[in-house]
């Protein structure tokens, strides 16, 4: 695909030479994501970080990227203090934000919208997540992780096996992500889910399609065996009728240290997208494993940065400008090299 001014809005955009490309970038990020070296590529240039519904990472580190780009980052962060409240169309607010910023991120709680926010924006629009559909950028670093993980590991993403875990039904990250491995060879994916929030027959039909190996259990014990990967994920429980509904599911499928040993290889890298649902009743990824060397999922946060550093400098068209306009940082760190 032609990166330069496009729209990110799905993982089905990308062929493998385009996912492979935009990790190639991403690792090119390295010295300015680790603080070693500061670039000013983009300086001058706007980001629109719109989100209208609750992001931590996504928000944070899009504008942190475009920050450690050079560039100037201006948000929106509440629908209440937007005109959206006002009965504003999505087109009129695109056709406005567009004329202020050179690139826009937006998060939106309805499927599909972000597209057609997209459709009457001026500038390139990537997706942070709309609703229970899609969230490419969050697939990409997590696909980016994986690779990494597995290559410390001695493996490779083709043929790889990887679980992925919880409410598959509304996760718009497991959506993402087991699309976007389509465009590799092999995989053994184990969906392990309640049966109501199973994975979306859609994408497990275009799975096997593409000659991926499929299984889909409500056993997490079995699912977890002979995995190189786990995905977990927290309960999406805004997306349910009523909180009494969300209940009956929480807290089923859980990871710790004592499961974790019994069920899982020894290497098995464990992965979630965060946030994780650290309450008692839920705690789908117990803090028993933190110290855990397999644990990815601060990596994987981290590696958010360099992803989304590599769309803006693709989509904005400075990759190649990327090394001439580095200088050493000139403040203290520590002498320490952030991993
Ligand atoms: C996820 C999201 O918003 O879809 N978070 C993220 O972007 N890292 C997952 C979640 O909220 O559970």
Not at 94 to 104: E, K, N, W
Not at 171 to 182: A, D, E, F, M, P
Not at 247 to 275: E, S, W
Request: glycine share 6%; proline share 4%.
């Amino acid at each position: 695909m032609d990166f330069r001014g496009a729209h990110i809005l799905s993982v089905n955009q990308f062929q493998r030479d385009d996912v492979e490309l935009v990790f190639q970038v991403a690792d090119r990020m390295e010295p300015c994501a680790q603080r070693l070296r500061v670039t000013k590529v983009l300086d001058g240039a706007i980001l629109g970080n719109m989100f209208f519904e609750p992001s931590t990472r996504t928000r944070v580190s899009f504008g942190c990227a475009f920050n450690l780009l050079g560039g100037h980052v201006r948000e929106t962060t509440d629908v209440e203090s937007s005109s959206i409240t006002k009965g504003e169309s999505l087109y009129d607010t695109a056709r406005v934000i567009s004329g202020y910023s050179d690139v826009i991120v937006m998060r939106h709680p309805t499927p599909g919208s972000v597209s057609e926010f997209a459709e009457a924006s001026r500038v390139p629009v990537i997706n942070g997540g709309d609703g229970t559909n899609e969230h490419p950028s969050q697939a990409l670093l997590d696909l980016y992780t994986i690779k990494k993980e597995l290559q410390a590991n001695g493996l490779d993403v083709d043929g790889m096996r990887i679980a992925l875990v919880g409410d598959l039904k509304h996760g718009r990250t497991v959506h993402s992500l087991s699309q976007l491995l389509k465009t590799y060879q092999n995989i053994h994916l184990t969906f392990i889910s309640p049966h109501e929030l199973r994975m979306p027959a859609q994408i497990i039909s275009d799975l096997r399609a593409a000659g991926h190996n499929v299984t889909e259990t409500d056993d997490m014990e079995c699912g977890l065996r002979e995995n190189d990967t786990v995905y977990l994920t927290r309960l999406q429980e805004e997306r349910f009728d009523s909180k009494l509904e969300a209940d009956i599911y929480r807290g089923r499928f859980r990871l710790n240290q004592a499961i974790y040993t019994r069920h899982c290889k020894p290497n098995t890298v464990i992965m979630h997208p965060l946030p994780r649902d650290s309450r008692a009743e839920a705690n789908e990824l117990d803090a028993d494993l933190n110290q855990h060397p397999n644990l990815a999922i601060f990596r994987q946060a981290d590696n958010g940065l360099r992803i989304r550093m590599a769309l803006f400098a693709l989509i904005l068209d400075v990759t190649e400008k990327i090394e001439e306009s580095t200088n050493e940082i000139t403040w203290y760190t520590g002498g320490s090299v952030r991993q």
